[in-house]
């Protein structure tokens, strides 16, 4: 697991910045502690930070083919490199290292940008093309890895953490309006927009290609919830098995330490049991979060469970309140954007102490999505039926909502008259557009969000609800909000995380199979459970869903409150358009228990915080370190020319120099 970052200007005699370039690189330097190589050639320019997990030794970026036509700075990991390896031996390529960074070098040399779907894994890479003087961007297809972008002029930046693109002096860091309104919406910007105005996410399974000033961005990858002919679910359960298993074991390799997140949910103790199955005798180590008080009925208690039936060396970490709140300003810059997701937090503790101990954590993100493990599926898809009653009925539901006022029970109530598309649009708001208009007099909404949210749906129109529901989860809540927080938290700590859930054969295979082999009644991940019978305790496998029990909702009232309400009613903050009684009226609410107004809370307390840290304060994007670590091979090529004794013109393998 790494960090990229480079530019491609249009213009040939315009120069990259060495010294921008090394600040990107440093400003990244927690994605890749174990070395650092860049490569600058003119117009173009090249940084990687290393995080050496597969051939620790040789395995240096940028990397080059032979003669120095194609140059590569990748994040990731390819899992079958090794039998894509000895498919290109074959066709005569010779490699130097044993890298999955070579593979797509030699792939591309092969098969051009047709190496993409023979990729196998979680990868965002930058390639540079010397003979078509082409850049291409690639993300993998279901946006594990993150890869920000962004035009300066006709001149092309990109990043695998949006803040290092503001090293370069001509990207303005700025906030855009628009997002904000996203945000106070979903709880994350939906992509492929950021938080700032200008930069964009490149999409899972998307490529861009830049050449000669201009962009064009492809899509490579997509899933379609589609019907197979139905098997039996007992087939079906050993194929979803065996395939998972494999997933896991592929994700086992590397030269260091592996552990496992473990919840003592089924997702993450199914990938436990994997684990375990595929290391035999050798210890598996297990890591766990909770919250003080929260007893064994709580994560903690289920997770031991888990650990003590497979014989994991098992660890566990609790987070207080005040180290909740000490975290919050580097919560906010290793995020980069604003995720108003409290998870964030204890997933950073989690991974923090296991880095102490183990360089990858596997983890069991993305079967909800696939399987149909979430609570409000079954829900969505009850008021879905009793939409069949009749418009009579749907417009008594609604106007029960405006009579009974905010809550739960309202909300279900108001969705209850709206079409499947618009109520599923409003599950994951920070803010109701009741809220909305109470604190800002509007409940206006991202115009591009809008249009995001409705080329998304229309990709799966003719399908079964549920399937709709789980493709537009595949494309907006996983990639924007479950991943972006999976990889900023872990990677905050040097620690690369695996997802075996996310290998895209078994997405491909979950979205066959028939719904009611994923969601049976109000039992969701049918099949998972199915295929781990008589594997995991009966206990973990007939637990109902949870979503991760952050208690910061009752800490807004207690500990945490003094710190929001002294932001959000301050003058400075970035909510001071909003209506001053109401927002203080929000904070009374809250804290006396008449209101859960947490999420809200929450939602609007992130974004001000990452308003102030990296709009309000520039200070650290002057920090610019000396560009000695650079390597200048327009320079060399130069020198090369008045002097016999350098004639390598750049060619060679970069080392890596640790600033």
């Known amino acids: 697991m790494c960090g990229i970052a480079g530019r491609v200007n249009r213009d040939r005699d315009h120069l990259v910045d060495a010294r921008a370039l090394a600040a990107m690189s440093r400003l990244m330097v927690h994605r890749g502690p174990d070395g650092e190589g860049s490569w600058l050639d003119g117009r173009v320019g090249l940084c990687h930070r290393r995080l ?30 090794v039998a894509l390896r000895e498919e290109l031996v074959a066709l005569g390529h010779v490699f130097r290292t044993s890298s999955d960074t070579e593979v797509i070098v030699h792939g591309y040399e092969a098969w051009g940008r047709d190496v993409l779907p023979r990729l196998l894994g979680m990868f965002a890479f930058a390639l540079w093309d010397r003979r078509q003087e082409t850049l291409l961007l690639a993300r993998d297809r279901l946006g594990i890895k993150p890869l920000y972008y962004c035009l300066a002029g006709d001149d092309l930046v990109f990043a695998s953490e949006a803040k290092a693109l503001f090293c370069q002096p001509d990207v303005p860091c700025e906030a855009d309006p628009d997002a904000r309104l996203a945000f ?29 000033g201009r962009v064009r961005v492809e899509r490579w990858w997509d899933v379609a919830p589609v019907a197979a002919a139905p098997t ?31 919840s003592g949910g089924i997702d993450s103790s199914a990938v436990a049991w994997a684990m375990s199955r595929a290391r035999g005798a050798a210890p598996l180590r297990s890591y766990a979060v909770g919250f003080p008080g929260e007893g064994e009925g709580g994560e903690l208690g289920y997770a031991r469970l888990v650990a003590q039936a497979l014989g994991t060396e098992h660890r566990e970490v609790l987070v207080t309140p005040q180290a909740f709140e000490a975290f919050l300003p580097r919560l906010v810059w290793h995020l980069d954007e604003p995720v108003g997701d409290s998870a964030c937090v204890p997933l950073f503790h989690l991974a923090e102490a296991a880095r102490a101990d183990v360089t990858v954590v596997l983890s069991g993100e993305g079967s909800d999505e696939l399987l149909a493990g979430y609570p409000i599926y079954w829900r969505m898809l009850a008021l879905e039926r009793a939409q069949q009653l009749g418009r009579p009925a749907s417009a008594a539901l609604a106007l029960l909502a405006r009579v009974l006022g905010p809550g739960k029970v309202s909300r279900y109530l108001r969705w209850a008259s709206l079409p499947l598309e618009a109520r599923y649009r409003g599950v994951s708001v920070a803010l109701d557009p009741s809220l909305r208009r109470r604190l800002f007099g509007h409940d206006r909404v991202s115009a591009d969000a809008e249009a995001e949210w409705q080329a ?54 979950a979205a066959a199979l028939p719904d009611s082999w994923k969601l049976r009644g109000l039992t969701g991940k049918w099949l998972l459970r199915r295929a781990f019978a008589g594997k995991l305790p009966r206990v973990v496998l007939e637990r109902k869903k949870r979503g991760f029990p952050v208690p910061f909702s009752p800490w807004l009232r207690g500990p945490l409150h003094g710190l929001a309400r002294d932001r959000l009613l301050s003058r400075r903050s970035n909510f001071a358009d909003a209506e001053p009684k109401a927002l203080k009226g929000l904070l009374d609410e ?39 670590s650079i390597r200048n091979v327009a320079a060399e090529r130069s020198a090369a020319a008045t002097s016999s004794a350098s004639r390598t013109t750049g060619t060679g393998t970069p080392s890596p120099r640790p600033t």
Request: proline share 6%; charged share 25%.
């Open 590 to 628: 809250h804290r006396s228990g008449r209101r859960d107004h947490g999420e809200a809370l929450w939602a609007l307390l992130v974004y001000d915080l990452w308003h102030e840290r990296f709009i309000r304060d520039r200070s650290w994007r002057t920090q610019w370190p000396k560009p000695s």
């Open 456 to 509: 998304i749906w229309a990709a799966s129109a003719g399908h079964s609800p549920l399937s709709r529901l789980l493709y537009a989860d595949l494309k907006a809540w996983l990639p924007d909000d479950l991943l972006v927080k999976a990889d900023k938290m872990t990677m905050a700590s040097s620690l690369e995380l695996r997802v075996p859930f996310l290998d895209h054969r078994l997405v491909e295979l």
């Open 52 to 81: 050496a997990i597969v051939d620790r030794k040789s395995g240096v970026q940028p990397m080059q083919n032979e003669d120095g036509s194609v140059w590569l700075v990748y994040n990731g990991e390819i899992y079958n490199h």
């Open 232 to 262: 039996h679910p007992d087939e079906a359960a050993h194929e979803l098995l065996d395939l998972f298993s494999d997933a896991v074991e592929r994700r086992l390799m590397g030269e260091v330490p592996v552990g496992v997140f473990l």
């Open 184 to 212: 106070l919406e979903h709880r994350y910007v939906p992509g492929p927009k950021t938080a700032f105005q200008g930069v964009h996410r490149l999409q899972p399974g998307q490529r861009l290609v830049f050449a000669d």
